[in-house]
């Protein structure tokens, strides 16, 4: 299985941006999608955005379309998450995860593999 270690969150004021990562170990990374949910206490884990094994399709949910972006760098097996024009409803513990397919997907029971968050604060 893939491991994953996410890094980049913080304490950031409503308007802000922050970039995630997150690194992975093995050599099946580039084979694979992998996505970004979310988790707020409370709350269920939820989707956030998913990208396929090459980079050239990607998905979001409504909540964060035009704001997050998605992205990886296959060279550095790291997924990325550039989030913009960040809103208090966006607080949560964010986790990376890969799928054992090529293709992305919104469901968390899709994913095989899952790193242990990082933790995004927004205060307004």
């Known amino acids: 299985q893939v491991q994953l270690v996410e890094s980049g969150g913080g304490l950031v004021q409503a308007g802000g941006s922050l970039k995630l990562s997150c690194a992975a170990s093995g050599r099946t990374f580039s084979s694979n999608a992998m996505g970004w949910f979310r988790q707020a206490p409370g709350k269920e884990r939820e989707f956030v955005a998913t990208?396929?094994?090459?980079?050239?399709?990607?998905g979001y949910a409504d909540s964060v379309k035009g704001r997050f972006t998605i992205s990886r760098d296959n060279a550095k097996n790291t997924v990325y998450l550039q989030m913009n024009s960040l809103k208090a409803e966006d607080t949560a513990v964010y986790l990376c995860?890969?799928?054992?397919?090529?293709?992305?997907?919104?469901?968390?029971?899709?994913?095989?593999?899952w790193g242990q968050g990082t933790q995004v604060t927004v205060s307004s």
């Open positions: 990208i396929n094994w090459s980079g050239s399709s990607t």
């Open positions: 995860a890969a799928r054992g397919s090529p293709n992305g997907a919104m469901g968390p029971n899709e994913y095989v593999s």
